[in-house]
């Protein structure tokens, strides 16, 4: 049931899991591989242990493992159903169920048939534009999973946060053995690194690094995807053009991409040698829709604030993780400043915001943040030592005529208010002050 290898707590995403338990929703944990999601659900089963409930409720399987493979749904309803307890409440727990060939059958007859609470794991979006919604009518709820924020970095490598006593304020950083560490310094190893979780097992070593994020891609982007397209009848999808595929978007993050324009890019500069023909606008969207399935890469739309409308060209892309960005493209190739872009877009997701890129005449808002509660407008530079660069940032937030937050975040040193009430804030102390 439970791994006997010592978890780390994940407090953010287990609060949401409890919040929604013994409600009717089917709970689904979503997110690209190895981000977590396994251990998510064995640190909500130490939850029901540990709040009263008896080891004989809980029902756990991880479809990951060779015990359960090849199984059919009718096998696991047959399974589960052995080990209910007459009278009592159960809870369900599924990883990485689909890949059980029509796994909604089981999960639908589990919710109709016993008194259980359940919840699952995927690894693509594919998971819930199959049948189950149909089956479910709106009764799951989604939890998307990423990889660890900064915060949750630090702690995972033993790193304590403590308020710096002084006129700065700000963070220190303290090990566990009593070392302490500039927090920039630490940034910068998240910025290189990453945050999947699997790094604090081997250490922030380089080679070792490398090796842990070349079997996520691999595993994700070469195995995964190719042969979840092939069981969906694409027999032809060709794996050198997925990987320039991935590449191109690795190394436009952040940046307006028209995906009409990326098959002719890549041909001209000569990266598609041994094909034949410019792959179509068609064809390619096919691939990156694969890739925002799997979690790897995130889209955001443009939006026009004077117009309220969403705008269908040029949308930006965002990688689910630095290091995988770095582990791409070598980390001398990476932009710093749409790296701070793509970690401040999922700090936003992770708070449950709904993201997009501002319009404003033809200045550009680096996020509108939304929820029902209102909105923010947030800008992220890596310096504002230069007017240029100033008054660049600032302009599209003086052209709005709202009373919303404005935001501006960057690497210098210190917060600050302009004199009409925009907020110049150090990106890392707001990345640790976010909760």
């Known amino acids: 049931m439970i791994s006997s290898h010592a978890l780390k707590n994940r407090p953010s995403?287990?609060?949401?899991?409890?919040?929604?338990?013994?409600?009717?929703?089917?709970?689904?944990?979503?997110?690209?591989?190895?981000?977590?999601?396994?251990?998510?659900?064995?640190?909500?089963?130490q939850?029901?242990?540990?709040?009263?409930?008896?080891?004989?409720?809980?029902?756990?399987?991880?479809?990951?493992?060779?015990?359960?493979?090849?199984?059919?749904?009718?096998?696991?309803?047959?399974?589960?159903?052995?080990?209910?307890?007459?009278?009592?409440?159960?809870?369900?727990?599924?990883?990485?169920?689909?890949?059980?060939?029509?796994?909604?059958?089981?999960?639908?007859?589990f919710r109709v048939e016993f008194d259980c609470d359940i919840?699952?794991?995927?690894?693509?979006?594919?998971?819930?534009?199959?049948?189950?919604?149909?089956?479910?009518?709106?009764?799951?709820?989604?939890?998307?999973?990423?990889?660890?924020?900064?915060?949750?970095?630090?702690?995972?490598?033993?790193?304590?946060?403590?308020?710096?006593?002084?006129?700065?304020?700000?963070?220190?950083?303290?090990?566990?053995?009593?070392?302490?560490?500039?927090?920039?310094?630490?940034?910068?190893?998240?910025?290189?690194?990453?945050?999947?979780?699997?790094?604090?097992?081997?250490?922030?070593?380089?080679?070792?690094?490398?090796?842990?994020?070349?079997?996520i891609y691999s595993t994700v982007v070469m195995r995964e995807i190719l042969s979840r397209e092939e069981r969906r009848g694409w027999q032809t999808m060709d794996a050198a053009l997925l990987e320039r595929i991935v590449r191109y978007l690795a190394d436009s993050i952040g940046s307006p991409v028209s995906v009409s324009n990326i098959g002719s890019t890549l041909a001209s500069a000569?990266?598609?040698?041994?094909?034949?023909?410019?792959?179509?606008?068609?064809?390619?969207?096919?691939?990156?829709?694969?890739?925002?399935?799997?979690y790897f890469f995130y889209e955001i739309k443009r939006y026009d604030v004077k117009g309220k409308a969403y705008l269908r060209t040029l949308g930006k892309y965002y990688i689910v993780d630095p290091g995988l960005q770095n582990f791409l493209l070598g980390e001398r190739d990476c932009d710093r400043g749409h790296m701070l872009e793509n970690i401040v877009y999922l700090e936003l997701l992770r708070h449950g915001f709904d993201v997009a890129v501002g319009k404003v005449r033809d200045m550009e808002i680096d996020f509108?943040?939304?929820?029902p509660a209102g909105r923010t407008y947030v800008q992220v530079t890596e310096s504002m030592g230069s007017v240029d660069v100033r008054t660049r940032?600032?302009?599209?937030?003086?052209?709005?005529?709202?009373?919303?937050?404005?935001?501006?975040l960057t690497m210098d040193e210190g917060n600050r208010v302009t004199e009409d009430g925009i907020r110049v804030e150090n990106v890392v102390d707001w990345l640790l002050e976010s909760q």
């Open 270 to 294: 000569g990266l598609l040698a041994g094909r034949k023909g410019t792959p179509s606008a068609h064809t390619v969207q096919a691939y990156i829709a694969a890739l925002l399935e799997s």
């Open 47 to 109: 939850h029901l242990l540990a709040t009263g409930v008896d080891a004989s409720q809980i029902v756990a399987m991880n479809f990951e493992s060779f015990a359960f493979r090849d199984k059919t749904a009718a096998e696991i309803y047959e399974a589960v159903k052995q080990r209910i307890v007459p009278g009592r409440r159960m809870y369900l727990f599924f990883d990485e169920l689909q890949r059980v060939p029509r796994w909604e059958d089981a999960v639908n007859a």
């Open 119 to 215: 919840y699952i794991t995927g690894s693509n979006a594919y998971l819930l534009s199959s049948e189950y919604a149909t089956y479910l009518a709106g009764r799951y709820v989604e939890i998307r999973m990423l990889p660890l924020s900064f915060r949750e970095f630090l702690a995972f490598h033993g790193v304590d946060l403590r308020k710096r006593q002084s006129a700065l304020g700000g963070f220190q950083a303290v090990t566990v053995a009593g070392d302490i560490y500039s927090v920039r310094e630490l940034f910068n190893a998240y910025l290189r690194f990453g945050g999947m979780p699997g790094l604090a097992d081997v250490g922030l070593d380089l080679e070792k690094a490398r090796m842990l994020l070349d079997g």
């Open 393 to 408: 940032e600032l302009a599209p937030l003086r052209a709005l005529s709202d009373n919303y937050p404005k935001i501006v």
């Open 13 to 45: 995403y287990v609060k949401k899991l409890i919040g929604f338990q013994d409600t009717e929703p089917v709970k689904i944990v979503t997110g690209i591989r190895r981000c977590g999601k396994s251990s998510l659900l064995q640190l909500m089963q």
């Open 368 to 371: 509108i943040a939304t929820t």
